[in-house]
């Protein structure tokens, strides 16, 4: 019997098509690679790129995602405030202030052998108030169960410079350590030293012709003009599936493959 857990995590979903593209790709991908263990992170699944209804929740899970990460846009939907405390699959940054309403971290079990995600949101740019990632992500690790032994880090943070500093801290001391929130796929994919799986960013599922996922005209007035746009996630293009796959030894919780992806589909 194998001792590896196949893991995809897939960067930002943005919209209501990319849902639809996850509905109709994700299995094949699955299959196709034989994948364990999915993670997707949904700050991003609203009409308006904004936050998460409690449909795209129960969508993004039916389609086969495991647990669904977040960052800073998870409350601009204000529906989350009604079921993020009822669902069990998804999670928003743990180092926001303890009074938000969710939990930033879930255990859960795939092939009988405890995983641990969790969600961090980064100290540089980012306007929300928070307690600083690597202070909180150290008690966090300490006050895991002895019987987890594989972690997992969505690291939601804008700066390359914090995500990096991020994987040598966490180096040995958990198993993957990806980044999102740019939306732009970074080709630094690696196992670190000490055997944590690591890249800065693992980019978006979204449309091509577009702004980071958002419609490009809209996205440029903003630019251009300097007023304030309402952003609309772009539908134009093929779907691009950006993430990444990684194979975590269950006995030693330490990552032994990563490999980047990115597809391109038409949705229908
Ligand atoms: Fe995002
Ligand atoms: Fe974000």
Request: negative net charge; hydrophobic residues 40%.
């Amino acid at each position: 019997m194998s001792d590896i857990i196949r893991v995809l995590a897939l960067g930002d979903i943005i919209g209501h098509k990319s849902i639809e593209g996850i509905k109709q790709n994700l299995s094949t991908i699955k299959k196709a690679k034989m994948i364990d263990f999915v993670i997707a992170n949904g700050e991003n699944a609203s009409y308006n790129s904004l936050g998460m209804s409690r449909k795209n929740y129960e969508d993004l899970i039916s389609a086969g995602v495991d647990v669904i990460t977040s960052g800073n846009h998870i409350w601009k939907n204000k529906e989350v405030f009604e079921f993020i405390d009822k669902v069990d699959r998804l999670i928003r940054p743990i180092n926001y202030i303890p009074s938000l309403p969710g939990k930033g971290k879930v255990i859960v079990e795939v092939k009988g052998i405890k995983v641990c995600v969790m969600n961090l949101i980064g100290s540089t740019f980012m306007d929300a108030p928070f307690i600083s990632p690597f202070f909180l992500i150290q008690q966090e690790i300490n006050n895991l169960p002895e019987d987890v032994k594989i972690v997992i880090i969505d690291f939601h943070a804008e700066a390359t410079a914090e995500k990096v500093a991020m994987g040598w801290f966490l180096d040995g001391r958990v198993s993957l350590v990806f980044g999102t929130h740019t939306h732009v796929q970074t080709a630094d994919e690696k196992i670190l030293p000490n055997g944590t799986g690591y890249i800065t960013d693992i980019g978006m599922c979204g449309f091509t012709k577009s702004v980071i996922g958002d419609e490009v005209e809209r996205s440029l007035k903003r630019f251009l003009l300097g007023l304030p746009e309402r952003l609309s996630p772009s539908e134009e293009g093929n779907f691009q599936m950006n993430g990444i796959i990684v194979d975590i030894d269950t006995k030693t919780g330490k990552a032994v493959k990563i490999e980047r992806i990115s597809y391109e589909f038409e949705v229908y």
